[in-house]
């Protein structure tokens, strides 16, 4: 039996010759015209089971889990956080226009019920998969888009899928052997997109709110962006499920829907700029310059 393809395309939209006249008369929608008319259909709430919180002295960043691409990866780093493992830990590395990253400084915390090595999650079959394509050509994949509104690629040859670097993902640190990742040592792209890095790691989900706490950070001095003394380094109070922390205490946020209209009009937007101050709109856009915008519960 033929295998499920799912997915829509984000078309651009192109006016009939006919009504090219009334078409160029419509002034056209800016990304904040498009979010005021979206409804609340449009909008999705984060999952307390997929969402973690990571207590830092400027603040707190919230980010959203991916189990549908790393899903071992991912129980793994909740296996940890509920151990309390990274409570005390630190940020050990800023590395310019690249990532930060945080770990046991000392290397001698005990993982406790987690997993200390895991089998490689860098692709998955992309069947059955909610995929939102964006109609421009990528350099690293014959296709991107959208898959829960996280950015992704697919090959439609091999019917895989994976997850892609953007700004604010999330990925699990590993050495040479593709199995040495067991996500007690974290990351975020701060810098241009390392798309080089796609299929090499495992990305595990993406910051929807605070990276202003990450991609402000000092920069380390050794190589890698490693600090070279521990007083450089940020302190981590506290990395927390967001459902084991009480609701008042949470961040209450929405993230608008990848699957709907009002994001096609959104990307549509952001492709051919017509904001007063744009002379030559771009025509296209790449996966990673697609504003994925998050908001304040109402």
């Known amino acids: 039996m033929k295998s499920a393809w799912l997915g829509v395309a984000l078309l651009p939209l192109v006016a009939h010759s006919a009504d090219n006249a009334d078409a160029l008369a419509v002034k056209p929608r800016t990304m904040a015209d498009v979010i005021a008319a979206s409804k609340s259909a449009d909008w999705r ?55 930060v990253q945080w770990s046991d400084p000392d290397h001698t915390r005990s993982l406790g019920k987690a997993q200390k090595t895991l089998d490689a999650e860098f692709s998955r079959t992309a069947n059955e998969l909610p ?55 974290l990351y975020v792209v701060i810098g241009q997109a390392p798309r080089q890095l796609d299929r090499n790691v495992a990305l595990v989900g993406r910051v929807v709110a605070g990276m202003q706490q990450l991609s402000t950070l000092k920069r380390g001095t050794a190589a890698l962006g490693y600090y070279e003394k521990p007083e450089e380094r940020t302190a981590i109070h506290a990395l927390r499920l967001a459902a084991d922390v009480p609701e008042a205490e949470r961040s209450h946020l929405e993230i608008m829907r990848t699957d709907t209209h009002t994001f096609a009009d959104l990307v549509e937007s952001r492709r051919n700029r017509r904001d007063e101050w744009y002379k030559v709109p771009a025509g296209r856009i790449d996966v990673c310059s697609v504003p994925l915008v998050v908001r304040p519960r109402p």
């Not at 604010?168 to 040495?180: E, F, L, S």
Request: hydrophobic residues 40%; charged residues 20%.
């Open 45 to 99: 709430t984060l999952d307390p089971q997929n969402t973690l919180y990571l207590e830092l002295p400027t603040g707190r960043v919230v980010i959203e889990l991916n189990p549908a691409f790393a899903p071992k990866h991912v129980a793994n780093i909740k296996a940890l956080v509920h151990e309390h493992y990274f409570d005390g830990t630190a940020i050990v590395r800023a590395q310019d226009n690249f990532v």
């Open 131 to 185: 995929f939102t394509q964006l109609p421009d050509p990528d350099t690293y994949a014959p296709e991107v888009g959208f898959v829960d509104g996280f950015p992704a690629a697919r090959e439609p040859r091999t019917h895989l899928a994976w997850l892609v670097h953007c700004y604010a993902m999330v990925g699990v640190g590993r050495d040479n052997d593709v199995d040495t990742g067991s996500g007690a040592e």
